[in-house]
């Protein structure tokens, strides 16, 4: 049974940074690609962004320069910088992994809250 711990959040201020991580309990075949997710209070669930296997990275347009993603294929470890916060980046955020056979794999999620 594979599990994805999720670590790093908690309460910031505004403008603070915090740095999530998340790992894989448990072995994933092959996982092609990582990301995060994100739900913020009354509102669906959106794209944070992903990182590939081969370290291809994608973005939600509006996150662009204020968070990074990375991965470590070798600790099937994902990781999100997040810097310049702001309240609406008030959410529970998840991480995702995807296999070669494109299951998708998600964590309980983290609750990030930035106070004004």
């Known amino acids: 049974q594979v599990q994805l711990v999720e670590s790093g959040g908690g309460l910031v201020q505004a403008g603070g940074s915090l740095r999530l991580s998340c790992a894989a309990a448990?072995?994933?075949?092959?996982?092609?690609?990582m990301g995060w997710y994100r739900q913020a209070p009354g509102k669906q669930r959106e794209l944070v962004a992903t990182v590939t296997r081969g370290g291809s990275t994608n973005y939600a347009d509006s996150l662009k320069g204020r968070f990074i993603i990375s991965g470590d294929n070798a600790k099937d470890t994902v990781y999100l910088q997040m810097n310049s916060l702001k309240p609406e980046d008030t959410a529970v955020y998840y991480c995702?992994?995807?296999?070669?056979?494109?299951?998708?794999?998600w964590g309980k999620g983290t609750l990030v809250t930035i106070l004004s």
């Open positions: 995702n992994m995807r296999d070669f056979w494109d299951i998708n794999y």
């Open positions: 448990g072995s994933i075949f092959s996982i092609n690609a």
